[in-house]
């Protein structure tokens, strides 16, 4: 639910796929890996500073430490933003791999177009724009690492050396070393010292650019989390229609509704926006009470769908009060069925799992029941039995598809069903035996269709016009038939009015009236 929000709702986060499968896991490896390269150099420096403070004593030992950190800070100054050159390469990295998921996608419809050489011209585009960017933070490294390797080798490792020199030429006060041959021992130790947490230093240096990129997982990674904390608080970010910019629509934006749970389904005074703000339907009021069958109509785009989305929990409430019941007590159908990965069982319980379908006693023949009431008892044998594992989309053609769905219903058999254009591949016969059967279980239905035939299965009927306006009124369905014959009739001679007109004219010219 919150991926589809992310995705729909609101235009904060670009690719949430590649947040969620690639830079959270960047993000933790680059955690993980952060207390290894630090804990043992800071302990190291400690041991090893102290040690080297006994021998050449603390002046020396702060003087190199203030010289250390003011080139310390000089090359933080000069460290090129990594942590931002990370986030950037993560970005395009996800908008990279999402062109080739959207390219899989509709394959079939570039194909179509012959699309190819346009689509290539897309990757490569964004390919190119990755492997740049890419490229200019390896230069950047190059550089930097130039100048740490200097700085932390050679100018550091020459004020140890000099530092390590001291108590060879000068008697420092603490420090007993009387004899030439003692003095150069405390070098030689001295030495080995310096070298270990001077070693330990360059670690902790060259972690910095770890820290750097660290940051920039981090930045991309709690922006998932304070988006999606957002949306659960049904706040959203989106770029809107021009529409959207009038008074009366920012008004209706701004708002918010309420969802109360009830038995029946009603909306009062509901607007319909769609996500990118355009309000297809000001103030929506219908009711539907358990057995009154609901047909919904209008062209495309008026906001059919959209009714189902808040319905449905997916799009929020700008207004008014939405009575439905519990999310379990309705289940949506939609032209194209979504079927699961998993066995052909799976694909007639889905959403419930082999164990929930046992504890409600239901059984593989139970399910075979379902499945001769649609007629297609024949694919348990022909897939290779109830525990086939195949790619059902592919497997099965649409109208099959449908048919599986319709199984799924009458599995589930929900208090409320919303059939979305759902018998679109199959014949009458089949979508006779889908709502005589579905309401022979108590299933009431709210249906968007334009097939005639069903007018018949229902009580009540939305009309949309596609202009904002619609009515809710009773359906009587034999009426209705004979008026829409009436009026195609009626379109028929309209239509014949101007081939009249102007055989008349002709008649008139050649009789010359």
């Not at 090129?80 to 050159?85: D, L, Q, S, V």
Request: hydrophobic share 40%; net charge negative.
């Amino acid at each position: 639910m919150t991926f589809y929000t992310l995705s729909t709702l609101d235009d904060r986060i670009k690719n949430a796929d590649q947040l969620i499968t690639v830079d959270v896991h960047k993000f933790s490896d680059s955690l993980a890996e952060l207390y290894s390269n630090l804990a043992k150099p800071i302990l190291d420096m400690v041991i090893y500073n102290y040690s080297l403070s006994r021998s050449v004593g603390g002046e020396g030992l702060f003087f190199m430490s203030l010289l250390v950190q003011l080139s310390a800070n000089v090359m933080r100054a000069l460290t090129p933003p990594f942590g931002k050159y990370v986030a950037d390469e993560a970005r395009l990295e996800g908008e990279f791999r999402f062109q080739h998921s959207r390219l899989i996608d509709a394959s079939e419809e570039v194909a179509l177009y012959y699309g190819h050489e346009t689509e290539k011209d897309t990757l490569d585009k964004g390919y190119f724009t990755l492997i740049k960017h890419v490229n200019y933070i390896l230069k950047r490294r190059f550089y930097h690492g130039v100048m740490e390797d200097f700085v932390i080798k050679y100018f550091w490792g020459a004020l140890g050396l000099i530092l390590c020199s001291f108590p060879v030429f000068f008697k420092l006060p603490g420090v007993s070393s009387d004899s030439l041959g003692d003095r150069t021992e405390n070098f030689v130790t001295n030495r080995r010292m310096l070298l270990s947490s001077s070693d330990a230093f360059g670690r902790l240096m060259f972690s910095y650019k770890e820290i750097t990129e660290l940051a920039g997982y981090t930045f991309r990674v709690s922006t998932l989390l304070d988006v999606m904390d957002d949306i659960q608080a049904g706040h959203f970010e989106k770029k809107l229609v021009s529409s959207a910019g009038t008074e009366e629509n920012a008004a209706v934006l701004e708002g918010r509704g309420t969802v109360v749970e009830s038995n029946d389904i009603e909306f009062v005074g509901v607007p319909i926006v769609s996500p990118n703000g355009d309000v297809l339907v000001r103030k929506l009021s219908f009711s539907v009470q358990p057995g009154n069958h609901l047909l919904i109509v209008g062209p495309n785009g008026c906001g059919k769908s959209s009714l189902f989305r808040i319905l449905g929990g997916l799009w929020p409430v700008y207004g008014g009060t939405v009575r439905k019941p519990p999310f379990s007590d309705i289940f949506y159908i939609p032209q194209r069925p979504y079927l699961s990965r998993g066995s052909l069982r799976q694909q007639i319980i889905y959403p419930d799992s082999i164990r929930e379908m046992r504890d409600k006693g239901v059984t593989d023949k139970d399910l075979y029941q379902i499945l001769t009431t649609v007629e297609i008892e024949s694919i348990v044998d022909r897939e290779g039995g109830w525990d086939a594992e195949k790619e059902w989309r592919d497997v099965l053609s649409g109208g099959l598809q449908q048919r599986v769905a319709m199984a799924r219903l009458f599995y589930h058999a929900p208090k409320y069903a919303i059939l979305d254009e759902c018998t679109s591949s199959v014949t009458l016969d089949i979508e006779r035996v889908m709502y005589e059967k579905a309401k022979s279980l108590g299933i009431t239905l709210m249906t968007v269709s334009h097939r005639r035939s069903l007018w018949k299965y229902h009580n009540y009927i939305l009309q949309f016009d596609g202009q904002g306006n619609y009515i809710f009124t009773k359906l009587d369905a034999e009426k209705r038939l004979q008026l829409e014959d009436e009026k195609e009739e009626l379109d028929l001679q309209l239509r014949a009015v101007p081939e009249i007109e102007r055989r008349i004219a002709e008649l008139k010219v050649a009789a010359g009236v």
